[in-house]
């Protein structure tokens, strides 16, 4: 039987600033690597670098997800990530299944930050104005993980894409908060 692909993909977006003149709003997507949950309860991380060139502030959040596949999403700005794998498991709380079908680490390994949560079919949230918080050159933020937290496995050969849009402001913000 051949993988099928679900289109209730859980998405979030991030608003961030980048420091310079021209004020800008984008969109960009955290994508979750084609996963397959093969046990309940389990935690799947992936990592996003962030462009250490510029500075920018994440200034919202737009999910695209259901309870239905996901139980909740943590999004982690980290200054190192909890390893290099595409995709990792990261349920620390979780139990240790027998089977290693991801290797086991943190979200983080150096400077853990929880940017966003998202559960039980939550809207899209979008900072006040003149808040936001601060990623890529000059922060401890070098990296964005994005972590899914599956309660129930996937029946059949059910392959999972989640994502998480994030778009960024070019404008510094008044109010960073320092995440």
């Not at 991030?14 to 084609?34: A, D, G, R, T, Y």
């Not at 401890?140 to 496995?153: A, D, F, G």
Request: proline fraction near 6%; glycine fraction near 6%.
């Amino acid at each position: 039987m051949a993988p099928v692909h679900m289109f209730h993909i859980p998405v979030i977006c991030l608003l961030i600033l980048v420091e310079s003149i021209e004020c800008q709003l984008k969109k960009f997507p955290l994508l979750m690597p084609n996963v397959y949950p093969d046990r309940d309860e389990l935690y799947l991380c992936t990592p996003v670098r962030v462009v250490d060139e510029k500075s920018f502030y994440i200034v919202g959040f737009e999910p695209n997800a259901t309870m239905n596949v996901a139980h909740h999403i943590l999004l982690f700005g980290c200054t190192t990530p909890g390893t290099t794998d595409e995709v990792w498991d990261c349920g620390e709380m979780a139990k240790s299944g027998t089977e290693k079908k991801y290797k086991r680490a943190s979200p983080c390994a150096s400077g853990n930050h929880v940017l966003y949560a998202w559960a039980r079919n939550a809207k899209t949230l979008e900072l006040p104005e003149d808040v936001g918080f601060q990623v890529g050159k000059g922060t401890s933020i070098q990296y964005i993980v994005l972590q899914i937290h599956y309660s129930k496995k996937f029946e059949g050969e059910t392959i999972f894409h989640a994502i998480l849009h994030y778009g960024h402001l070019r404008k510094s913000k008044t109010n960073d908060q320092g995440a």
